[in-house]
Structures are given as structure tokens and as C-alpha cells.
């Protein structure tokens, strides 16, 4: 019983290059997702060190920054540039730099941590978490 | 499609594998009455599948030690190509797993299908249910976020209302008396390997069994 006796030729090349095509697509879709996260660390973006041009921050002044997953709080102080995990070491809210008081501040718990990171007051044990970071052409590069 | 035909036809002769095919796949031979709903077994299982293929490569990553495993895990999502995905694809196949193993057995209870002579493919079936939900349970600890480990705290201490023996069940399956990186360890550990290593064995014997006593048909 060949196509041409039941008439539908037209329809049985459809149906085979419909499927196959589809199931070439969906073999792709999986091969390509997998093909790239399998590929080398060293094209990864995130090897990249992090620049922070040092000239838009003022004395007094905190940035908060993105840096391989972690937020990072950048302090211009009294002639020097701290960098610090932004993350309170209590419960891992961000800390807030108040610049009229010149102390960093949780808004979770009220922790108090001075501009180099230590604890002032609050219910936390250990100070803020230092980020090393060098200072090249007024860019501070972390990583 | 030459080429295909060519390798086909190589593996044929040396194997005679167009009856098994057809057996199986092309020609295989079902009751007419048979629904969509007999495919959510064979579907279960496929997503299992992709749970270990996904797991293989989230495991290229993971880090099961309890200051690292949380950056580990948002390393992979954040900066490795396409890990979001996997990362995603193995969350939601665990849901859509237990969705479907349930539906499975809907289907199996409400036709009766568990009467004699398939009985043990039912009690297989359960215990497959128990590894399942185990393998989420302890699946869930892993990245180690506030999530898991409040509900991992809360799931363990359950068998703490049991009397007598409560509390020993809870530091046994803990490995001490609170959550801690020991328990991260075990809870990897059995989610790695132990885990799958019985569920596929009982898959195996439910599967053989299936098989042998053939398709029940609907009432």
C-alpha cells in the first residue's frame, strides 16, 4: 500500500519533512545551551576586573557597585577610598552610608559601623568585610 | 539522509534491531481506548532523566560546603553562559516530577490498575513517590539559602514528635542536633547518588514488571 494508491503523497512528505525539521530544531535548542555553559572559564565576562573611575565621587561620598554577584559599598574619606562588602555581617541587609553622621548604618537592625568598617553599635560581631582593590590613574580596580 | 540510512542499516545487520524497533516504537500495539493519561509514566520518567542531565552539569559547579555553596550556586546563575537556564530547568522539572508522578497515580488509582496481578508495580510505585519527594526534600537544602535551611530546620525537627526515639531520628538524619555543614554534607550526599542510585533500581524493577504482565486495559 504505497502513497499513490491512497492519494496522499503531498501529505506523508509534510508530515516527514515537518518532523524532522522540528526535531532537528529541538535537538539544537538542547545542544547549544549545553555546548556553552561546558565552555572555558576564561571567556567569562566576570574574570573581568571591575574600574571605577575615582573623579565623579566626592569626599564624603559612598557608591554602591555590582561585582561578581556581590554588592560592594565604595567610601571616599577623609583622602582615602575604602571598599567594602555591602552586606551587613548580621543578616546581610545593605548598609547605607550616612554622610552627615560619617558612619555606615544598617536599616534592618540598626548596626553602626565607622568609615574603616568597624563596629560602632548594633547587634553585629564582626566588621564590615574589606574588598582589596589597587588605585591606578584615578580608577580604583577591584579584582 | 543517505548517510543516516547507512549507519541504520550497518547497525541492522549486525543486530537485527528494525523488530525490536518495531516492537517498541513504530509498530507497537496499544488497547484502542487507551488515553493521554497512560503517557504520564513514560513522562515522569523523562523528566527524571532531565533532572540528571541538568544535575550533572549544575554538579560541575556546586560546592557543598556551607560558606561556599550559596556563592557557588549564584555564580553558576549569574555568570557562567547558560547557567540561569540550567539552574531553572532543574528547579522546575523537580515540581513538574512530583506533578506528574502524582497524576501517574491518579490515573493508576482511579482505574484500579493496582488490583492483582500488578500489586507490587503499585508498592514499587510508592516507594518511587517516597524517593521522589526525598530527593526534592534534600534537593532543596543545597544552595543554601534562608529558604532551605529554615525549611530544611522545620522538615527535620518533624520526626521529633515521634516518643522516645523523636529527638535521636532528628540528630541522626541532622548528623547533630541543629542544621549545620554536616547536614549539607549527608543531605548532598544522598541527593548526589543514594538517592538516584535506588530510585533507578526500583524504576528498573517497576519497568521489568510493567512489561511482563503487559498493558492493563481501562474499565
New interface residues.
Partial sequence: MTCANSGNCGRRRFCKTAITGMTAASAAMVTY??A????L?E????NKPLEVPLDLLQEGQARYLEF??LQLILLSWSDTVNVFNASCPHLGCNVVWESAEGTFRCPCHGAVFGPDGTVVSGPVSAPLQPVPFEIQDGKAIIG | MQIIRRVYDWFDDRYQITPIIEKNVTKKQVPRTLGWAACLGGLSFLVFLVQVFTGV?LL?YYKPQPDQAW?SV??L???????W??QRIHTVGANLMIVLVFMHMARIAYYKIFRRPRELHWVSGVVLLMLTLTLAFTGYLLPWTQLSYWGAKVGTEIPSAIPIVGNDIVEWIRRGRAISGETLGFFFSLHIWILPGTAVLFMLMHFMMIRRTGISRPL
Fill in positions: 545551551p549545553v556553552a555553559f561546558l565552555g572559564p571567556r567569562l565576562e566576570s561578581r554577584g | 552539569l560541575m556563592d549564584t555564580f546563575t549569574s555568570n557562567v553562559p547558560m547557567g537556564l540550567v
